[in-house]
């Protein structure tokens, strides 16, 4: 029986606004805010796509969205609320249906899909996540609320959480060491590296940025979007700070203190670096290093710092031809990172570590007063603090606290972050921290592990049972290790300062570029102070996040594990059979997860662990840190070097790592491909018969498509159903005015695909299929990629429901050159037919012309650019669908490549200068028209409309047809669909088209010409 997930009728527009909603300002989900983790599904989509999953395609709409969704939706069709604030209230007889299902995530991440799955309350719900540090997170999200509330301890649990965290709050304030090494009213250190010059032999510092603070009154957004592309703007600020050099030092500039003003009206060119103020210009200096091209310049003596040749042991601005260099900055911090080890284990003394060609310093402190941030210089006993450290954790050395645990040699490559400090000389975790940084990070971990004890010790005392008093004590002491975690990411030399930020929080975090890579001007977080960033800070997070999920978990039934697994074997799951399996596998090489994650795992293990002076002991969670072997149990050091090559992704320097050689993009793919497809047939396995398997999938880059499809197919599985979600990745895609095919796709699947066809008939079979679907589509209300991905699902459920397709032994490119062909023509019949053009007749052909029209329909335009504007996958997607490429569309004059976008060449307004500069642009002459494609014949047919009487038209016109007749009637089918109600309302193409269409209709009559007459 088909599910309502499988039917047009499932309302794809409510569910993406719903997403949406939380994204945007208080609309995120309190839990995400305890710690980071990458790519999170939004919960309602999630949500949506469980329920529809398990309800028959008649299920009352109304019911779905407003009981189940949780969803307000006005007149206009808007959603007015946030909808996962609230638990679903199924009417009971889906509450029923729900409780009798079992659903499996083997991919669970941070568990946006297994949470909601408790929320409905299906039956049992399992989480399966490879990486330890997932695992963890996982249990705090899912199993320890559902465990507290099924106790009646969920409020408890929020409130000692919160009195612990305390404690561990209390007892570091306490710390004579800490009290001593941070002033009592600084809240945040900014700091850098600091090189020898070679020139000069003075240390200058390397800033990245000498603003500190840059308020405008407008919101925060606005300007950082406006301030790249424009260097300058004016208006009013409500903090203009920054650094300055003076003497050898480091002195601040306070526009609000000098100019004794709450708002400044300024003009601020950041780029340019001044600051115009009634006419006075004040110069903001530019950074003096610039990584990228490997320069900096000394702040003393003003010289270039270029290349440093090891072998002569010298200095060169000119980069020698075949000599061995290396910029200078970057030797100079691998000699610190060399030199710190040979310090911290004795074997070389502090000033000999001192005189390191580069050490980290600290620019400016800090404070905040009456309400507001105030900064002043650092000063060298400031800096000396650090070293009073640095003195410390020398003495404790060898603690297991400390986490030496090397990073991955290879570093890390990925869309979505990389991790790059290695090639600094970070080959360690310690070292992405400064002294007193890593000191107090260690004590904390030291303070939350012993709180957990007492924790336990408290509720024996109290007469509890064994088994509870320990799972409380490890579900508090994994809270209280994530509140730890997310104060580490805000606590390391590879952190920000983020000058526009509106609030006092102008930290940006270790991982909010996902990756991890170097910095010039990093924070420090005193930890004592009241900043929202400290440990004590934190705690609300953790609490607000604790306190969500309890909420989430109290009127479920559910039955939850999760599990510490490989998605592509998932042999701790042997017998039990699932009604759903939802997922989101990785995506390809977007984010490589256990290498970067490995940045929480060395905190994590250690909170959740004993330490002795010997090392580490199983306590918590001993699966995720330890492995049994015999009857001890060895501590596994990271994940990347127990777990990286099971990780499905696709990483060239991981797999040549673990290969010992040289291994080509291609290889990797297909090592993807292989990982994907196993994991299908563990999900095959474990799937009921009549089960039904939901895809997430982020990419709709072809080739991703043609790796997912292939994946499932081989294992077995067809296409039913698919439409794009909204994700994270694809609203910050979108926010930047872009618009793009590649959001998140949901993919339905079902077990079963039976007999073979010769690819001529499937092709046929699926053109028909999309048609169809197309036409259903549209008639629901349909546009844009819910309509596109909607279609090509047709065509893959034809091409995936037989077993075998005689003569394609490459499913990749029968996807390219026939699935997605099959798609495009569908859907531009389907089009035609809609519009009222008429039968298949009517339907456009033309390669240009039907780009175009699926381009325009498919795709909003740009409100700034005042045209459709394409990113590469997008262009593809429709190329592809249309047999052209991006050259060819280029060439044909269709589109116009700007940087790494597509601009689509149409009309920006429906005047004669519009239709002029398009010609131009287009390089078509009004006066002597040649016909690449019906586009061209389109565009002059809309000047002559604009500039002609209705009978001048019809010359040119006929003009036209003798040129070329069959583009010319293509150009008219084309204006057909255009002028009709699929562009949207304000579109000028739509007036231009109309008014074609009506000269072209009557030119040549005795009506058309009286009217235009
Ligand atoms: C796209 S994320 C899932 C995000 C999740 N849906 C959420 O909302 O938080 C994919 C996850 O798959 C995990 N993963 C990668 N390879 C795996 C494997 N072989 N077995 C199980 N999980 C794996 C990664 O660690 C990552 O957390
Ligand atoms: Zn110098």
Redesign the pocket.
């Known amino acids: 029986m088909e599910s309502l997930l499988e039917s047009p009728r499932f309302p794809v527009g409510v569910v993406n606004q719903a997403a949406a909603k939380e994204k945007q300002g208080g609309g995120r989900p309190e839990f995400w805010e305890m710690v980071f983790?990458?790519?999170?599904?939004?919960l309602a989509s999630?949500r949506a796509v469980l329920a529809a999953a398990a309800l028959p395609s008649d299920a009352s709409m109304n019911t779905f969205v407003s009981q189940v969704l949780r969803a307000r939706v006005n007149m206009r069709g808007e959603v007015e609320n946030v909808p996962h604030r609230e638990n679903p209230n199924p009417p009971p007889e889906w509450r029923e249906r729900f409780a009798k299902m079992k659903v499996l995530?083997?991919?669970?991440?941070?568990?946006?899909?297994p949470l909601e799955a408790i929320r409905l309350g299906f039956g049992e719900v399992v989480a399966?996540?490879?990486?330890p540090?997932?695992y963890v997170f996982l249990k705090a999200v899912l199993e320890y609320p559902k465990w507290a509330v099924e106790k009646g301890l969920g409020q408890q649990l929020v409130k000692d959480v919160e009195r612990w965290g305390r404690w561990v709050a209390e007892q570091l304030a306490q710390d004579p060491d800490i009290k001593e090494l941070y002033d009592p009213d600084v809240a945040v250190y900014i700091g850098t590296w600091e090189v020898k010059c070679p020139h000069c032999g003075k240390y200058t510092p390397l800033i990245g940025n000498w603003w500190l603070a840059r308020v405008s009154k407008t919101s925060v957004e606005e300007e950082s979007e406006e301030e790249g592309e424009e260097g300058a703007r004016s208006g009013f600020f409500s903090r203009l700070t920054w650094m300055d050099w003076d003497n050898g030092s480091v002195k601040v500039v306070d526009l609000n203190r000098e100019l004794n003003a709450k708002l400044i009206k300024a003009k601020v060119n950041a780029r340019q670096g001044y600051v115009e103020v009634g006419g006075r210009k004040f110069n903001v200096r530019r950074p003096n290093i610039d990584a990228r091209r490997e320069t900096a310049t000394c702040l003393h003596c003003g010289n270039q710092i270029r290349y440093y040749l090891p072998k002569l042991n010298r200095h060169s601005i000119e980069k020698p031809k075949g000599a061995e260099a290396v910029w200078y900055v970057k030797h100079a911090l691998r000699e610190w990172n060399r030199l710190l080890e040979e310090y911290l284990s004795g074997r070389i003394e502090l000033e000999k570590l001192l005189e390191s060609p580069a050490r980290p310093t600290l620019l400016v402190k800090v404070k905040v007063k009456e309400g507001d941030l105030e900064f002043e210089p650092a000063t060298k006993q400031d800096t000396e603090k650090l070293w009073k450290a640095l003195e410390e954790l020398r003495k404790i050395w060898g603690d297991p606290d400390i986490p030496t645990e090397h990073l991955p040699p290879y570093g890390s490559r990925g869309m979505g972050g990389d991790l790059k400090t290695i090639i600094w000389g970070l080959d360690k975790w310690y070292k992405h921290f400064n002294p007193r940084q890593l000191l107090t990070l260690v004590k904390l971990v030291k303070l939350v592990r012993e709180a957990g004890k007492r924790v336990e010790e408290e509720k024996l005392r109290e007469g509890w049972s064994k088994e509870d008093a320990f799972k409380y004590a490890e579900a508090i002491t994994a809270y209280l290790a994530m509140t730890l975690m997310k104060h580490v990411d805000y606590n390391t030399i590879v952190t920000l300062w983020n000058p526009g930020s509106w609030s006092w929080n102008k930290v940006a975090h270790t991982l909010s570029m996902r990756g991890i890579a170097m910095q010039w001007n990093w924070c420090e977080i005193a930890p004592i102070s009241d900043l929202p960033l400290t440990y004590m800070g934190i705690l609300g997070n953790t609490q607000d996040g604790l306190s969500y999920l309890i909420f989430a978990a109290s009127n479920s039934l559910s039955g939850v594990k999760v599990i510490l697994?490989?998605?592509?074997?998932l042999s701790s799951i042997s017998s039990e059979k699932f009604d759903l399996v939802v997922?989101?596998?990785?995506?390809r090489d977007?984010?490589p997860?256990?290498e970067l994650?490995d940045f929480f795992y060395v905190w994590l293990k250690r909170a959740l662990s004993d330490a002795s002076n010997s090392g580490l002991a199983p306590r918590f969670a001993v699966e995720a840190f330890f492995k049994r072997v015999g009857m001890t149990y060895r501590e596994l050091r990271t994940q990347w070097e127990e777990?990286a090559p099971?990780?499905?992704?696709l990483n060239v320097g991981r797999l040549s790592y673990f290969s010992g050689r040289g291994v080509s993009e291609e290889e990797t793919r297909r090592y993807f491909i292989e990982?994907l497809h196993r994991?299908f047939l563990s999900m095959r396995r474990l799937l009921k018969d009549d089960g039904l398997l939901v895809t997430?999938y982020?990419h709709t880059d072809p080739e991703a498509w043609e790796e997912l499809i292939s994946a499932g197919w081989r294992a077995g599985f067809r296409v039913t159903a698919a439409f794009p979600v909204a994700t994270e990745f694809a609203l910050r895609v979108t926010g930047r005015g872009k618009a793009a095919l590649d959001t998140s796709i949901v993919v339905v699947w079902r077990p079963g695909v039976k007999g073979e066809a010769l690819w001529d008939q499937v092709y046929r079979e699926a053109l028909a299929a999309a048609e169809d679907r197309a036409l259903e589509l549209l008639r629901a209300g349909r546009s844009g990629v819910d309509l596109f991905v909607g279609t090509l699902a047709a065509t893959l459920s034809a091409v995936t429901s037989k077993e075998k397709i005689v003569g394609v032994d490459d499913v990749g490119a029968f996807v390219r050159e026939r699935a997605y062909p099959a798609a495009a023509r569908g859907l531009a019949r389907a089009i035609s037919r809609y519009v009222g053009g008429g039968e298949a007749g009517e339907e456009v052909r033309d390669a240009g012309a039907l780009f175009y029209m699926l381009a325009k329909i498919l795709l909003p335009p740009n409100k700034r650019v005042g045209r459709r504007v394409m990113d590469r996958s997008s262009v593809h997607i429709i190329g592809f669908g249309t047999g052209l490429d991006d050259r060819e569309l280029v060439r044909l004059g269709i589109v116009e490549k700007k940087d790494s976008d597509f601009h689509l060449l149409e009309p920006r307004g429906g005047g004669r200068d519009d239709l002029v500069e398009l010609l131009r642009e287009r390089g078509l002459d009004p006066a002597k028209p040649q016909l690449r494609c019906a586009v061209d014949a389109q565009h002059l047919l809309e000047y002559y409309a604009v500039t002609l009487d209705a009978k001048s038209f019809g010359e040119q016109y006929a003009k036209l047809r003798s040129l070329n007749a069959v583009l010319v009637d293509e150009a008219l089918r084309l204006a057909r669909v255009l002028s009709g109600r699929l562009l949207p309302l304000g579109d000028p193409e739509k007036v231009l088209c109309e008014r074609v269409i009506s000269y072209a209709v009557g030119s040549g009559t005795l009506e058309g010409w009286l009217r235009g007459g």
Do not use: M
Not at 565 to 569: R, Y
Not at 583 to 587: A, E, H, N, R, V
């Open positions: 983790w990458w790519t999170r599904k939004p999630a995530d083997p991919f669970a991440g941070f568990g946006s899909i399966v996540e490879l990486l540090t997932a697994d490989d998605a592509t074997l997922t989101d596998p990785p995506y977007d984010v997860y256990v994650s777990l099971k990780e499905v992704g990982l994991s997430y982020a």
